[in-house]
């Protein structure tokens, strides 16, 4: 039997400047993210003392990397390149597989939400 966590940070709220159109460029709009991570978890979690955080997926730093690092990037073309910078952050932790990650633009379109969901696998180690 093969185990696996999957950590999630579910409308992270942040303000980017991400769009194609003019009215997109120069100022933040909201937007709402949400990533899943899946790993392998080779550890049980059985010590109902265990607070060490060396043997999970910590979901803090994606988090902060949604809502700190993301708006720092200046502006951004599209969306996928958005869930794209997400990716490639949680892909520094080897121990991650997948990850999922959900864009939503939520003040365009009339009030409509629109966005995207990006899924990557990491590529076999050869």
Known sequence: MTDSVKIFVRECKTQL??????SEMDEPQ????SVEAEA??????????????KNVIDYEPIYNFVVTELPKL???P??????????????RDPRIESVRVHAEKTAI???????????????PIK
């Open 17 to 22: 400047r991400v769009g194609i159109y003019a």
């Open 30 to 33: 909201p937007v709402t993210i």
């Open 40 to 53: 392998a978890m080779p550890h049980r979690f059985q010590n109902v003392q265990d607070s060490s955080l």
């Open 74 to 76: 200046g502006h951004i």
């Open 78 to 91: 599209l969306l996928e390149t958005v869930a794209e910078q997400i990716i490639d952050f949680c892909f």
């Open 109 to 123: 379109l009339n009030g409509t939400v629109a966005g995207i969901s990006l899924n990557r696998t990491r590529a």
